[in-house]
């Protein structure tokens, strides 16, 4: 009895400091925001009026945010497969025989370390100066087009750095499935005349689809609350045709002075984002299944 009595008080030692802080920082930010979004607050007085469901009414009548929307959904289905469709090309990659394969593991998970606001600006650097010099010098034009003075250009910026920084995360992950997978099966369809696609397709994805899930449920939330590329990158120019729901978002509470009424939206916005992943989970546990 008394050693089970010390190994409860052992892990209520060891989670109660984690579910504290998860608390302080995720949890009472998050039913404050609940209460705030019934109320009219300007982030500055001392006072707020209770306006009920005016906020989600007026949401549902803005078309800067439903524009922010469908552009962080039009980013969310690009990204989502480019960086998953990478990720795992590059784990397949350095999964091989490869003499460098450690040192390219490192290499393409090191744009993972570095913070999304310094990637943004390097990039944005890159692609305002050093593509137009390189256009200049080696007659390639495409590396010329005005990257930030075209929506759709604008938009790519953003899908290419995003998918450069996070593709060599999921690259990890990948690998860590493909290591699992038993290397009997792969000689074993070598030897039925399997082709490199067939093993693929047959043997291998059956294998790691419980690493797909996690890898799309990971691309799935980080690029819905994508907010640091697209201040840094774009700031949403040009003509606010690249702001994502989450640039929006600030841009009310911090810009406009409209707490409440960006509070409302956070609250659509992580339940659209809880929607969207519990219908993705349920989507692949079935074919797990």
Request: hydrophobic content about 50%; aromatic content about 14%.
């Amino acid at each position: 009895m008394n050693q089970k009595r010390r190994a409860i008080i052992e892990y209520i030692c060891f989670l109660a400091p984690m579910c504290v802080i998860f608390t302080v920082i995720s949890l009472v930010p998050f039913f404050e925001g609940i209460r705030l979004s019934f109320r009219d607050w300007n982030g500055v007085s001392a006072t707020s009026n209770f306006v009920g469901l005016e906020n989600y009414i007026n949401i549902f009548q803005d078309e800067g945010f439903r524009n922010a929307c469908l552009f962080s959904l039009k980013f969310v289905i690009c990204s989502v497969i480019l960086v998953n469709v990478i990720g795992l090309a590059l784990a397949l990659a350095v999964n091989s025989k490869l003499k460098t394969k450690n040192i390219l593991r490192t290499a393409f998970f090191l744009p993972q370390l570095i913070g999304g606001l310094v990637v943004g600006y390097i990039w944005n650097f890159i692609f305002s100066n050093v593509f137009p010099k390189l256009a200049e010098k080696l007659q390639w034009s495409f590396l010329d087009v005005g990257w930030f003075t075209s929506p759709t250009y604008a938009f790519l910026t953003i899908l290419i750095v995003f998918v450069w920084q996070y593709s060599g995360y999921l690259m990890i992950i990948y690998v860590a499935a493909l290591q699992n997978v038993p290397s009997e099966l792969i000689e074993s369809a070598k030897i039925d005349g399997a082709g490199n696609f067939q093993r693929l397709r047959l043997v291998i994805l059956p294998l790691i689809r419980s690493s797909i899930t996690i890898c799309i449920f990971l691309a799935i939330s980080t690029a819905f609350k994508m907010y640091d590329l697209n201040v840094s990158l774009t700031g949403g120019s040009p003509f606010n045709s690249t702001v994502s729901a989450t640039l929006y978002i600030y841009r009310e509470a911090f810009k406009s002075n409209r707490f409440s009424y960006a509070a409302a939206e956070g609250v659509l916005f992580a339940l659209a984002l809880g929607i969207v992943t519990l219908i993705q989970m349920a989507a692949t546990r079935k074919k797990e299944e």
